[in-house]
């Protein structure tokens, strides 16, 4: 398994537009063979950066859940809408691999007396 991040840099008076464009993916990215961990936009500090993030097999099933995005209606009508808007100034993807697992329990919360 590997994580995509998509690091974008994006218009901040158009934040709202990304958030559109992020709610959308929501949809198409699961049901086109990706498993989405979210969209994140900004919230304190950068009002400029933002993150999409999935995981996915491999880069093989990658390249085919890429042309079935392409192929999903709503993902052209958002890329078509991305493109058009003009709010997404720069976008950057890396796969990394999670080496940090399996991870240990979590610590159990504190309970007052």
């Not at 498993?35 to 999409?52: D, Q, R, V």
Request: net charge positive; charged share 30%; aromatic share 14%.
């Amino acid at each position: 398994m590997i994580t995509c991040f998509i690091r974008y840099e994006i218009d901040p008076f158009k934040r709202d537009r990304f958030e559109q464009y992020a709610r959308a993916w929501g949809q198409s990215i699961p049901r086109n063979g990706a498993e989405l961990i979210g969209y994140f936009g900004p919230h304190e500090g950068s009002a400029t950066t933002a993150y999409g993030v999935y995981n996915i097999e491999n880069l093989a099933a990658y390249e085919a859940y890429r042309a079935r995005l392409a192929a999903d209606p709503l993902g052209r009508e958002n890329y078509e809408f991305a493109k058009r808007e003009r709010f997404i100034l720069k976008e950057d993807r890396i796969f990394l691999k999670n080496m940090s697992m399996p991870h240990g329990a979590p610590m159990e919360k504190a309970t007052k007396p």
